[in-house]
T-cell receptor
């Protein structure tokens, strides 16, 4: 049962370091989404990517955050110069086509980032 | 600006009884609503959805009701089982973005079903 795979599950970084979060979508899925959950809050949309393209990054902070989904390999969410406020659970989701009525998102188990 | 609100942080019900989880929204452009269930240390799992052209959708023990005039939806679980204990998130997508996966989530309601 190859669901959405995220690694690492837990990541600890000191302030100022870089964090790289990886996501392999479900087999056959070419649409990837990143969401962030801050403590005691719901999930917040960050970015939507298809292979080699960023479709919607309206939820991404303007600085320090970037995402890619290369032709080969997993999708990467990269956070440069992390700060304590970046501590959160980051979830990746995928769908075989643009998510919609008959194509709900399938989420991975998340990466819990802790910035010390 | 919380466009999707789940005003009850927690709910406790007895096994076998009905669980009713509520969700309110403010954006009249939302046309697709979903419920996700989340266990600790896991990702959200899709449960059930409803389009704005319907007012009810049923799947086994789970039924979602949509009241567009009140901008309110609810999830009914009957009968409730201890395995239903989890955090439930309501989510919505906006007309035009319903095929982009850009969901707006509520804060979640923690359901505890007591044996």
């Amino acid at each position: 049962n190859a669901g959405v795979m995220q690694n690492p599950r837990h990541l600890v970084r000191r302030r100022g370091q870089e964090a790289r979060l990886r996501c392999s979508p479900m087999k056959g899925h070419s649409h990837v989404y990143w969401y962030r959950q801050l403590p005691e809050e719901g999930l917040k949309f960050m970015v939507y990517l298809q292979k080699e393209n960023i479709i919607d990054e309206s939820g991404m902070p303007k600085e320090r955050f970037s995402a890619e989904f290369p032709k080969e390999g997993p999708s990467i969410l990269r956070i440069q110069q992390v700060v304590r406020g970046d501590s959160a659970a980051y979830f990746c989701a995928s769908s075989p086509q643009g998510a919609g009525y008959n194509s709900p998102l399938h989420f991975g188990n998340g990466t819990r980032l802790t910035v010390t | 600006d919380q466009q999707v609100k789940q005003n009850s942080p927690s709910l406790s019900v007895q096994e076998g009884r009905i669980s009713i989880l509520n969700c309110d929204y403010t954006n009249s452009m939302f046309d697709y609503f979903l419920w996700y269930k989340k266990y600790p240390a896991e990702g959200p799992t899709f449960l059930i959805s409803i389009s704005s052209i319907k007012d009810k959708n049923e799947d086994g023990r789970f039924t979602v009701f949509l009241n567009k005039s009140a901008k309110h939806l609810s999830l009914h679980i009957v009968p409730s089982q201890p395995g239903d204990s989890a955090v439930y998130f309501c989510a919505a997508s906006e007309r035009g973005s319903s095929n982009t996966g850009k969901l707006i989530f509520g804060q979640g309601t923690t359901l505890q079903v007591k044996p």
